[in-house]
């Protein structure tokens, strides 16, 4: 994993459209005060927002689950839950003042670490008693546009002075994961 890169932007010139219309379809999801990871049905959400499944069309991807980051503070170092790696991100709500980072750490390291169940459900390596043999690889401020990410090392996000709350992030995996943007 450590040689894919940590992110790579891409153009959406629908971003606005998208981002509203994500908008509209999570309201009751936002209303309810939720924060952190919340999974969306993907075939409701792309009827919704068909400029979203425009957007795939163009880069030959197939969408598998969508979900959002409804975030208040910071997001600690982490890893997501594996075999996916490469998502895509789409700002949807308050992306100034935040700051996405990626940790580079050895492999070995990353493989010795502990297992842990997520309050999700979901296996994945447990990463925070390690985090000072990581060094800062690659960051991304005020996220502007749709990016493809390596999820599989770690990554955190950091607020740094963001005034508007919460910062809403759609996520989408991939039955064919667009690996070929992070090479």
């Given at each position: 994993?450590?040689?894919?890169?940590?992110?790579?932007?891409?153009?959406?010139?629908?971003?606005?459209?998208?981002?509203?219309?994500?908008?509209?379809?999570?309201?009751?999801?936002?209303?309810?005060?939720?924060?952190?990871?919340?999974?969306?049905?993907?075939?409701?959400?792309?009827?919704?927002?068909?400029?979203?499944?425009?957007?795939?069309?163009?880069?030959?991807?197939?969408?598998?689950?969508?979900?959002?980051?409804?975030?208040?503070?910071?997001?600690?170092?982490?890893?997501?839950?594996?075999?996916?790696?490469?998502?895509?991100?789409?700002?949807?709500?308050?992306?100034?003042?935040?700051?996405?980072?990626?940790?580079?750490?050895?492999?070995?390291?990353?493989?010795?670490?502990?297992?842990?169940?997520?309050?999700?459900?979901?296996h994945k390596k447990d990463v925070s008693t390690v985090?000072?043999?990581?060094?800062?690889?690659?960051?991304?401020?005020?996220?502007?546009?749709?990016?493809?990410f390596n999820s599989g090392i770690p990554h955190s996000?950091?607020?740094?002075?963001?005034?508007?709350?919460?910062?809403?992030?759609?996520?989408?995996?991939?039955?064919?994961?667009?690996?070929?943007?992070?090479?």
């Amino acid at each position: 994993m450590s040689d894919l890169k940590a992110y790579h932007e891409l153009a959406c010139e629908n971003l606005d459209v998208i981002s509203a219309k994500v908008l509209d379809f999570i309201g009751q999801e936002l209303a309810s005060g939720q924060t952190g990871w919340i999974f969306l049905n993907t075939k409701n959400l792309l009827l919704a927002v068909p400029e979203l499944m425009t957007f795939f069309q163009q880069h030959k991807l197939r969408p598998m689950d969508a979900s959002i980051t409804v975030l208040y503070d910071d997001f600690s170092i982490h890893v997501d839950t594996l075999p996916v790696i490469a998502k895509i991100n789409f700002p949807i709500k308050n992306n100034q003042g935040w700051v996405n980072r990626w940790y580079l750490l050895d492999n070995h390291i990353l493989d010795a670490c502990e297992t842990i169940v997520d309050h999700l459900g979901f296996h994945k390596k447990d990463v925070s008693t390690v985090t000072d043999k990581m060094t800062l690889m690659a960051e991304l401020r005020d996220q502007s546009r749709p990016i493809v990410f390596n999820s599989g090392i770690p990554h955190s996000v950091i607020k740094q002075d963001a005034v508007d709350l919460p910062r809403v992030v759609l996520s989408v995996t991939f039955f064919n994961e667009p690996l070929d943007q992070l090479r």
